[in-house]
């Protein structure tokens, strides 16, 4: 007879060879999906929410410094100029922005008043002394802002054009992201003390600029060295105005988490710069510092 041994030995041999072929395409990856374009777009721009863009926080008092050529854009120093910074009111130059942007888009006058409600009115100094209740107009709250920065009128503004801070802060955002301000975000309107509203000295630069070309027309605003109101006069908070040959703007900034911060804008000789300091320990300190610049600079 004869043996059954050999075909059995190849039964096995091939059963073996099968079974590590099927061990071998399970261990194998699978290809993934096709993604269009259209889906990768979809997620950049809906799935991350605004806040998630800039940093969680900031530097408590980190000190910042940026000079650019206003007419050309080009860095001519820069100190940390992208490190996460409290914007404190430099905020307001964004509030203004969007308050310029309904006046231009027909939604308000600048003759249009504005409510103000008790949240409004109780917001802490610097303010008008706002009274709930009142009314003040689009123009007048836009000098408040640029000159004495004042929180009442601040919060009046979000109010009334978003239905509230919140709301408002939001489109503050939206707007600061599509002017290119990659490292801020809005919480408030007003840059009260908050850690999670951040931004840089670069964007506050960006920003500065953004809001003087969009809205020449109110460049007289940011040069005021005061404002009269119900009976009062304020003055400017911007020190360089009258004493720095010149400086024709834009906004300052303080609260304790941030250190002194100022925006200036100037024009020597034909030359226009603008001009960021940041975390300065004192108002004379950030002051001083910014007039060093402008003068190596110019």
Do not use: H, W
Request: proline share 4%; aromatic share 8%.
């Amino acid at each position: 007879m004869r043996s059954s041994k050999f075909p059995t030995k190849i039964s096995i041999l091939l059963l073996a060879l099968f079974l590590a072929a099927c061990q071998t395409a399970q261990n194998q990856p699978s290809s993934p999906p096709a993604v269009s374009s259209a889906a990768v777009t979809s997620v950049e721009t809906t799935s991350v929410p605004v806040s998630a863009y800039a940093p969680a926080t900031a530097e408590e008092k980190g000190f910042s410094a940026l000079v650019l050529n206003a007419g050309t854009g080009e860095e001519l120093y820069a100190v940390d100029a992208d490190a996460a910074r409290f914007p404190a009111s430099l905020t307001k130059m964004m509030t203004l922005y969007l308050l310029f942007e309904a006046v231009a888009e027909g939604r308000y006058t600048l003759s249009s008043p504005l409510t103000v409600s008790e949240n409004a009115a109780a917001q802490p100094p610097a303010k008008i002394g706002l009274k709930a209740g009142s009314t003040i107009t689009v123009q007048q709250a836009a000098r408040a802002l640029a000159v004495r920065s004042a929180n009442d009128v601040g919060m009046a503004i979000a109010e009334n054009l978003a239905g509230s801070e919140a709301a408002f802060a939001r489109q503050m955002t939206q707007q600061a992201r599509a002017l290119g301000l990659t490292r801020t975000r809005f919480v408030n309107a007003t840059g009260l003390p908050d850690p999670k509203q951040v931004t840089s000295a670069r964007d506050m630069a960006k920003l500065g600029l953004a809001l003087k070309r969009r809205f020449p027309q109110y460049a007289g605003y940011y040069r005021a060295k005061s404002f009269a109101y119900n009976g009062r006069t304020f003055k400017a908070t911007n020190n360089l105005l009258g004493k720095v040959a010149g400086v024709d703007g834009l906004k300052t900034g303080y609260i304790r988490m941030s250190g002194y911060n100022l925006v200036a804008t100037a024009r020597r000789g034909g030359k226009q710069l603008i001009v960021v300091v940041m975390g300065g320990k004192s108002e004379s300190a950030r002051d001083k510092e910014v007039t060093r610049l402008i003068e190596a600079y110019s």
